[in-house]
Each structure stands twice: as structure tokens, then as C-alpha cells.
């Protein structure tokens, strides 16, 4: 078991900056691929970025590719998304996944493990 806790999602306007954290514990030990989606009221969930166990591949949506980046720390077992240049419609609840085994994935049914979500509120 994986259990996986975003925070760093606020209110921010239009242009601005935020870093949305994902901490993980337990089974930790383990490589896992970590990805980012997003769900807008009213939408379906949606890919936004992913990474690899080793940090070396890295897929973003191309919505957010150029303004979004994706890290993670495996020392502090805390993946991280970096957001600039942030949109209104950027505005959702953002959700970090892990997926064991070290692969990165898009599609959010290869994830077994989800955490709660982060409110990402751009003002225009």
C-alpha cells in the first residue's frame, strides 16, 4: 500500500505561480511511476503529467507542456508539480497517483493508488 497526500493547491491569479506537492508513505521502498491529473467542474478527469521512478521520463499534456513541470524527490518520497503561466481554466482539483513498478503512465487506469486531491483555483 502507497498512501499518497497532495497539498500546495490554493487560490492565485491569472499568470501566477504554484507548486503542488504529493507526499507518499508506506510502501515506499518499492519504485512506483507517479503521474498528476486534473478534474474541472462539470469534466472528466484528466491526464496531466507523469514520471518515472528514475526521473528520467517525463510526458505532459499538451495543455500544459512549456508551463508545467513535473519532479519528484525519491530521498523525501515527495513528487512535485511545478505551475507557471498558470489559466483560469487550469482551475480544477488536482490529484497525484502512483503506479508500482517505476513506469510512468498517462492513462489514469494504469494508477492504483490515488490521493485525496488539492483544490488549483486561477482567477482571471
Known amino acids: 500500500q502507497v498512501q499518497l497526500v497532495e497539498s500546495g493547491g490554493g487560490l492565485v491569479q491569472a499568470g501566477g505561480s504554484l507548486r503542488l506537492s504529493c507526499a507518499a508513505s508506506g510502501r515506499t521502498y518499492s519504485p512506483y511511476g507517479m503521474g498528476w491529473f486534473r478534474q474541472a467542474p462539470g469534466k472528466e478527469r484528466e491526464f496531466v503529467a507523469a514520471?518515472?521512478?528514475?526521473?528520467?521520463?517525463?510526458y505532459y499534456a499538451e495543455s500544459v507542456k512549456g508551463r508545467f513541470t513535473i519532479s519528484r524527490d525519491n530521498v523525501k518520497n515527495t513528487g512535485y508539480l511545478q505551475m507557471n503561466s498558470l489559466k483560469p481554466e487550469d482551475t480544477a482539483v488536482y490529484y497525484c497517483?502512483?503506479?508500482?513498478?517505476?513506469?510512468?503512465?498517462?492513462?489514469?487506469?494504469?494508477?492504483?493508488?490515488w490521493g485525496r486531491g488539492t483544490q488549483v483555483t486561477v482567477s482571471s
Open positions: 497517483a502512483a503506479q508500482p513498478g517505476g513506469a510512468a503512465y498517462l492513462q489514469q487506469g494504469n494508477y492504483l493508488y
Open positions: 514520471i518515472a521512478w528514475s526521473g528520467g521520463r517525463t
